[in-house]
């Protein structure tokens, strides 16, 4: 039996499961050369929500962060994590997306894709293995793994051969909630070895404390590849210390050969990063050992802590885990990975701080619900249906496919971003982020004009005129966000002056109209002045935000709002949205009436309690 093999996690799911994702790449290039000399079977260095949190929080391209981290380890393979038609999103892309989308993974570094749906939906992955299969890249099939009434080994091999059929050169165990224990992976490797007979790969959370146990028994059971991270990130809600696997099989016929001094010279400098960044320890709790209870994964716990933390609801912890089982249960017993961790989970924090089960929900659960994600993996509760759906019509048809109805254009997209976009990966960057995306490319545009300005004024200078481009690249970032038209830098003789890409804009708008290029959005509706509080009547009724985050009028930026002032509205009947946890959630009429006030503007924060809307409602006597 060959020893066993590892794959690194610690640059993407174990700062993604302890440091929120938040590890920019200067922290990762220093270590990236020694980390290749250790022969991991794999790095896993992208996807997941890497993708992501780079343009949200990091204010890096992360094609380019796939880029470095490949001439750094020229000697390991790559490895991502894609949520298969969902891709590194939260939703349902268009089949050219994500054969566009996997194959520039390829050509920028990634040489094993490992693919998972949430609802281990196989309609959901054909088009990234047929991608992947293409362009010559390792496509490893993941099951996410969970325990309900209706997952069964059964099952489980079942939909293993369904990725075979695909393709899979591998298939992973994506025990992403720590559920699994050492005779559970006993038999379910042993099983996936003698009907499925490709590679199988533990990629096991170390949350309740099985995960070391897990990979040694799996081991011996014949897995060929586990998952660990550098002791520094390992635990917790991450996985096993790389250290502790490498130790516990020396002398063993599974012994990896790693060198433990190389491996402790690696996790002293992460150890140096963590100290630096102020990041805790991965360490398991009390909550964490519960999960053999509520089954609540590691990263979907701390995601859970932060809401309730910006709602100012910490000591409600324990009635959302509580929560949590029953509405997994009331939607088909869903595994709880992303995207479905988010949307369960969410909606248990709603059902609780609002204290009406099931009154506020978010646009994916009932997208969840109609089948726009999938198939359930069993039975919902009708009356929760009933409630969430109130149009029969709008649940779709089981026999389609959800991924056939998207059918988004990668022309369409390049449109759209217009010269914003220099190459394929800009467009696809926009294509699954597009606020965040339009907002990156805007910003380092503007670098980009001053770095070409710089040339330009550098080729009428003497050789000792010295200017600091990165100087003044920061200067026109700050001009940009404080609004100011153009700035002026004079220094050691050279003199630039740098108008403002929104300056431009505004000139132009101010100049005689010329022939349009692109339609403008239409005008946000006007809405009568708010009405101090004394002269509103007794009988108009506040709607009122049931959580933190942002208002939005409208479903999308080129649609007419849901309402506007003077509009009748029944119960029921959608009023806005809130965004909250990367969520979209519908806020409906508790009854029938007249919308009077819309009390805050498109895009605003708000906070728990804040007032959007006064309704007057109607009186039934007379209606």
């Known amino acids: 039996?060959?020893?066993?093999?590892?794959?690194?996690?610690?640059?993407?799911?174990?700062q993604q499961s302890l440091w929120a994702t938040r590890m920019p790449i200067g922290d990762m290039l220093p270590i990236l050369p020694k980390m290749d000399k250790v022969g991991y079977w794999a790095l896993e260095a992208w996807g997941g929500a890497t993708f992501d949190t780079c343009l949200r929080f990091l204010d890096e391209n992360p094609w380019e962060r796939l880029r470095q981290i490949k001439a750094k380890t020229p000697n390991t393979?790559?490895?991502?994590?894609?949520?298969?038609?969902?891709?590194?999103?939260?939703?349902?892309?268009?089949?050219?997306i994500v054969n566009r989308f996997i194959k520039a993974s390829k050509r920028n570094g990634v040489d094993i894709f490992r693919i998972f749906d949430a609802l281990n939906d196989i309609r959901n992955v054909r088009d990234s293995a047929e991608a992947i299969k293409e362009c010559g890249g390792w496509f490893e099939g993941a099951i996410s793994y969970t325990i309900s009434p209706v997952h069964t080994l059964d099952s489980y091999l079942e939909y293993a051969q369904q990725l075979k059929d695909l393709g899979a050169d591998s298939i992973a165990i994506k025990d992403m909630a720590g559920m699994l224990t050492p005779y559970r992976t006993e038999r379910m490797v042993k099983?996936?070895?003698?009907?499925?007979?490709?590679?199988?790969?533990?990629?096991c959370h170390y949350v309740g404390g099985m995960a070391p146990a897990n990979i040694i028994k799996g081991a011996e059971a014949g897995a060929a590849i586990a998952d660990t991270a550098s002791a520094p990130l390992a635990f917790g809600n991450s996985h096993p210390a790389v250290e502790m696997i490498v130790a516990a099989l020396?002398?063993?016929r599974f012994d990896t050969d790693y060198d433990l001094d190389l491996l402790f010279e690696i996790a002293e400098y992460w150890e140096e990063v963590r100290k630096r960044t102020h990041h805790k320890r991965g360490v398991s709790s009390l909550v964490h050992m519960k999960v053999y209870s509520h089954q609540v994964p590691g990263g979907m716990m701390s995601n859970l802590m932060a809401q309730l933390e910006v709602q100012n609801a910490s000591d409600r912890l324990d009635d959302v885990m509580k929560e949590i089982p029953k509405?997994?249960?009331?939607?088909?017993?869903?595994?709880l990975v992303t995207p479905m961790s988010q949307i369960v989970g969410t909606q248990a924090v709603f059902n609780v701080l609002t204290g009406k089960r099931w009154g506020v929900v978010s646009k994916e659960m009932k997208d969840y619900i109609c089948g726009y994600y999938g198939k359930a993996p069993g039975p919902m509760d009708q009356e929760i249906v009933k409630k969430v759906v109130r149009d029969p019509s709008e649940i779709l048809d089981p026999s389609i496919a959800p991924s056939t109805l998207v059918t988004t254009t990668y022309d369409e997209l390049v449109e759209e971003i217009g010269d914003l976009a220099h190459s394929e990966e800009d467009v696809l960057m926009y294509a699954l982020f597009p606020n965040e995306a339009r907002t990156y490319l805007s910003k380092h545009r503007t670098s980009e004009k001053v770095d070409f300005l710089m040339a330009e004024e550098s080729s009428g200078t003497k050789e000792d005129d010295y200017v600091d481009i990165n100087q003044i690249r920061e200067l026109v970032r700050v001009a940009e966000e404080s609004g100011v038209g153009e700035i002026v830098v004079e220094e050691e003789?050279?003199?630039?002056?740098?108008?403002?890409?929104?300056?431009?804009?505004?000139?132009a708008a101010a100049q005689p109209a010329a022939p349009a290029v692109a339609a403008a959005p239409a005008p946000a509706p006007e809405q009568a002045p708010a009405a101090p509080a004394s002269d509103r009547p007794a009988n108009w009724i506040p709607v009122k935000a049931p959580m933190v985050g942002t208002f939005y009028q409208a479903p999308a930026p080129d649609q007419p709002p849901f309402v506007k002032v003077g509009d009748e509205v029944t119960a029921n009947q959608t009023l806005c949205i809130i965004e909250a946890m990367k969520l979209m959630n519908e806020i409906t009429a508790d009854q029938m009436g007249t919308i009077r006030e819309v009390c805050v503007k498109d895009a605003d924060p708000v906070e728990f309690g804040t007032v959007l809307f006064y309704l007057e409602p109607h009186d039934p006597e007379n209606n």
């Open 1 to 14: 039996m060959p020893k066993l093999q590892l794959m690194d996690t610690t640059i993407r799911d174990g």
């Open 77 to 96: 393979r790559l490895a991502m994590l894609s949520r298969g038609q969902n891709l590194v999103g939260y939703k349902h892309y268009s089949r050219e």
């Open 191 to 203: 099983a996936l070895n003698e009907e499925i007979g490709l590679p199988v790969h533990l990629h």
């Open 250 to 252: 020396k002398e063993s």
């Open 327 to 335: 509405v997994r249960a009331e939607v088909g017993y869903p595994p």
């Open 493 to 507: 003789g050279a003199r630039i002056a740098v108008r403002m890409p929104s300056a431009v804009a505004a000139t």
